[in-house]
């Protein structure tokens, strides 16, 4: 069955409980760098982020990649990610540190991922939000209720800045191109990784195969087929990292003739066979 990390997986880490906070829908880490060897682990490890989770970085930066999108968040930016993401750490500075709340059963104001940039005031406000929590969390009668209350004004404070910042933007709106281009990574990110087709997206986007390949060319360089067999290989990594299904089933439900065919797939993109990978990627 496939795992996925929540907050017993967050509870490996229960042994640094001055930098970390648990509670059954909720955790709070005050002190990324503390632990950032355990928190971060390998540059290119896969993670599937089921809960909510704000970050805010306090030093450094941080670069991401949130469901194949890339996202690089210094100081000074706070980062909202919904449920359900798929995360890869592509690079972390020396330097680097945050604070993180994630949690579920909370609405989350954000459609997708977004890294809102906050002044020095609204980060010292922000900073407040993490103090509360951490004092609730670590309070001998905390109610999750007042977390959840805490967790809803942060978001609601976050999302009217970012909101701020996209009515003081200069920047033109989105062409029609950029919007398509969207639409097809949304699009992407919803998917469970078996459609691999170029017909098949563009038919759900109401355009033609020309011109969906020609847009998505255009705006990021790669094809709809490199993109959409990334988008495969990292729900394949997931299933190898966090499940026990067998490499027959696995290489079946993605649409391979056989897994020889699979294999060549997984080690043209990877450099190494879904065996390989399984016996050197699993979760403690």
């Known amino acids: 069955m496939k795992r996925q990390l929540n907050i017993s997986d967050i509870a490996l880490f229960a042994k640094y409980d001055e930098h970390i906070a648990l509670h059954e829908n909720f955790a709070i880490i005050r002190n990324v760098a503390r632990i950032k060897e355990q928190m971060v682990g390998r540059i290119g490890d896969l993670l599937y982020i089921p809960m909510g989770r ?29 449920e359900n993401y798929f995360m890869e750490v592509s690079e972390v500075s020396a330097d680097y540190n945050a604070q993180i709340a994630t949690f579920s059963n909370i609405p989350i104001p954000f459609k997708r991922w977004s890294a809102v940039t906050v002044t020095e005031d609204d980060s010292k406000r922000i900073v407040s939000y993490f103090d509360l929590l951490w004092q609730v969390a670590k309070s001998p009668s905390c109610c999750q209720s007042t977390l959840n209350n805490l967790l ?5 404070d976050l999302r009217s800045l970012a909101e701020l910042s996209d009515a003081n933007s ?18 992407l990110a ?3 990784g078996t459609a691999r087709s170029v017909p098949l997206f563009a038919d ?7 011109h969906l390949s020609a847009v998505i060319k255009q705006q990021t360089g790669q094809t709809v087929m490199q993109l959409a067999s990334a988008h495969a290989l990292l729900k394949i990594k997931l299933e190898l990292r966090y499940g026990d299904t067998p490499l027959q089933e696995i290489a ?4 391979f003739e056989n897994p020889p065919a699979f294999s060549r797939f997984f080690k043209n993109l ?11 990627n699993i979760y403690p």
Do not use: W
């Not at 809803?152 to 609601?156: Q, Y």
């Not at 919007?179 to 990574?185: A, I, K, W």
């Not at 990877?270 to 990978?277: E, K, L, Q, V």
């Open 54 to 82: 704000v970050l805010m970085v306090t030093e450094g930066l941080v670069r991401l990649q949130l469901n194949m999108q890339p996202c690089s968040v210094a100081k000074g930016k706070v980062i909202i990610i919904p």
């Open 152 to 156: 809803s004004a942060l978001l609601s």
């Open 170 to 187: 200069i920047h033109d709106a989105p062409t029609a191109a950029e919007q398509l281009t969207q639409r097809f990574f949304d699009l």
């Open 190 to 192: 919803e998917s469970d």
């Open 204 to 210: 759900q986007l109401c355009i033609t195969p020309n």
């Open 252 to 255: 079946d439900h993605f649409g």
């Open 270 to 280: 990877t450099g190494i066979t879904p065996s390989a990978f399984r016996k050197h």
